[in-house]
């Protein structure tokens, strides 16, 4: 970028001290030619973050194609003009946030800008969990919701998640996070807003709510374990630097979880997540603290959650004393039969991405429920029509759809520790149970391939290759079915991405990642079991075909 001046435009309408300060320093190094600032400033305004998979997504700092003020602003405006225009001037909209780097003042800026533009701004206690906002947004029944956070995503980010609800959605809809046509039109809101500084602001009509939302959520999620008796199972959890910790206490301490261990020093909110490399309870390493402190206190079950507690995984001890982290679809799968066997619950379909292992759906039809398979990401799966119970491979469950409409890392805390407790009544653990499901059902075996490039461009080429010459065999199968998902079908809307079926009922779906520069291929194989459990073929299995796809893909 050698023409600095949108560059300086920017500065000139940035309301916020500091990314000016930052902005204006990189601006006179880069008149004096300094080739590192140039570069800086042609990634800075490479083109503005637009709504993606989670809203707004990116590194905290000054430029259009940051994370800051001057770009909450403007989206926030854009948001307030979409809902004047489909609700009316007398929308009302939830606001909440957690403790990453600039949470706070995005926060503030949000609430304002709402205000300025005449809309109800109501403000929930800032620095909690995700799935806080979600709630609210249907308890208060608001017409949308804005949640400042980057989930897991490095200490650099933060984001800007949006929920429409109320009369901006359809009861399907109500409390879930924006999908086609919403983002597209608040998109091209945010386009028509003015320059930041000349955004109205002011917080007239700001409405503080009261704690007792937060009281409400932990009753709602404390209520999922009903006995009355002081649970025998002890509990190691972590938030990872998050602000689930304090929330995530309270409600096992109201539900009568009362033997818990925090990994204390992961329990207090940090952004700059000092003890793990990447927050993702995912990632290699993350929960090695949770599952040290387990080992010690003898535990029954490692929860950890992940910075904005919207999402949740679990250890359990082997016989050998060693700790093995479930996958995500592990979880699911036992997740969606505690809820395909409690009739107590309301709807009738579990659901799961087309991503996410097809063990829930032959689990539906065992219980006589019905399933469904969305496209990725909990703003499809959790509009699902009659939901019962919604996951996705990524660690996501929803398991009160009625109350949170999105994925609840608390929430799902609460099932999975019921879960262990009442396998352990009957002298059984979770690896028994896992098990049983896979004499039960066939044992389905999934693992992920993700391949991570510099060059966003070898992703789209990679696709290309893929489209025009597939496997025609993995792991010794023929491919007997390839499946361009860019075609859309009349369950699903079109996607960029490939699925590929083989004899054996092998699968490979493959797409680009919708938040990270990720190419992703999801494996899963499906193999009859019976008194042994054939897990070690299907870990071979699994590694010839990830060996296979990486060749395909030519990365």
């Known amino acids: 970028m050698t023409d600095l001046t949108p560059a300086r435009e920017w500065l000139a309408h940035d309301p916020d001290p500091s990314t000016r300060e930052e902005l204006a320093a990189v601006i006179e190094a880069a008149e ?20 993606g998979t989670a809203g707004l997504r990116g590194r905290v700092g000054a430029g259009e194609n940051r994370m800051n003020v001057a770009v909450v602003t403007r989206a926030t405006a854009g948001l307030a003009a979409y809902l004047r225009e489909t609700v009316g001037e007398d929308a009302r909209v939830v606001v909440g946030c957690d403790a990453r780097h600039g949470s706070a003042e995005f926060y503030a800026a949000t609430l304002e800008v709402l205000s300025g533009a005449g809309l109800t701004a109501l ?17 208060l029944n608001a017409d949308a919701g804005v949640m400042v956070t980057a989930s897991h995503n490095p200490p650099a980010d933060n984001g800007y998640k949006v929920y429409l609800g109320g009369r901006a959605s359809d009861e399907n809809g109500n409390g879930v996070q924006i999908v086609p046509p919403a983002d597209a039109g608040i998109a091209e809101r945010i386009e028509q807003a003015p320059p930041a500084d000349l955004v109205p602001r002011d917080r007239d009509r700001i409405e503080e709510v009261d704690a007792g939302i937060l009281t409400q959520y932990t009753a709602r999620m404390a209520s999922h374990r009903t006995s009355e008796q002081e649970s025998r199972t002890r509990v190691v959890l972590t938030p990872l630097h998050g602000v689930g910790g304090a929330v995530a206490v309270d409600v096992f301490a109201q539900a009568g979880v009362t033997d818990v261990h925090p990994v204390t020093s992961q329990f ?18 993350a929960i090695d603290l949770a599952i040290e402190l387990a080992g010690q206190v003898e535990a029954d079950v490692v929860v950890a959650l992940d910075p904005d507690a919207d999402r949740c995984s679990m250890a359990i001890p082997q016989p050998d004393g060693s700790w093995r982290q479930l996958t995500g679809d592990e979880i699911g799968a036992l997740l969606g039969e505690q809820a395909a066997a ?19 759906a032959r689990i539906a039809q065992a219980h006589g429920l019905r399933s469904a398979a969305t496209l990725t990401g909990f703003k499809w799966i959790a509009r699902t029509p009659d939901i019962r119970f919604g996951y996705e491979e990524a660690i996501g469950y929803c398991t009160d759809p009625s109350a949170v ?52 461009s070898l992703i789209p080429a990679a696709m290309a290759r893929l489209r025009a010459q597939p496997p025609t065999t993995l792991a010794g199968a023929p491919v007997v079915q390839v499946v361009d998902l860019a075609q859309g079908s009349e ?9 590929l079926l083989t004899q054996a009922d092998d699968r490979v779906i493959v797409r680009p990642s919708g938040t990270e520069p990720k190419l992703k291929c999801y494996l899963e194989v499906v193999l009859e079991a019976g008194e042994v459990i054939p897990r070690a073929e299907a870990s071979q299995r699994l590694a010839l075909i990830s060996g296979e796809m990486r060749e395909a893909l030519g990365l």
């Not at 396998?423 to 499901?437: F, I, N, P, S």
């Not at 004499?439 to 391949?451: K, V």
């Open 342 to 360: 409690d009739a107590g619950r309301d709807g009738e379909v579990l659901a799961s991405s087309i991503v996410s292992s097809r063990l829930l």
């Open 268 to 285: 207090d909110p940090d952004p700059d997540f000092p003890t793990v490399s990447f927050p993702n309870p995912e990632e290699p390493g």
């Open 32 to 51: 004096r030619g300094d080739e590192a600032a140039l570069a800086d400033l042609a990634d800075r305004f490479a083109g503005p973050l637009t709504f």
């Open 405 to 456: 409409r999105d994925k609840d890392g608390i929430g799902a805390a609460v099932r999975v520790v019921t879960l262990v407790e009442d396998l352990a009544a009957r002298g059984l653990t979770v690896q028994d149970e896992l098990d049983r499901m896979a004499r039960a059902y066939g044992l389905y075996a999934t693992a992920p391939l993700s391949i991570r490039v510099q060059d966003l």
């Open 123 to 139: 403000a929930l206690p800032p620095r909690q969990p995700t799935p806080v906002t979600a709630y609210a947004v249907r308890a």
């Open 491 to 499: 369950d699903l809307p079109p996607t960029d991405g490939l699925l």
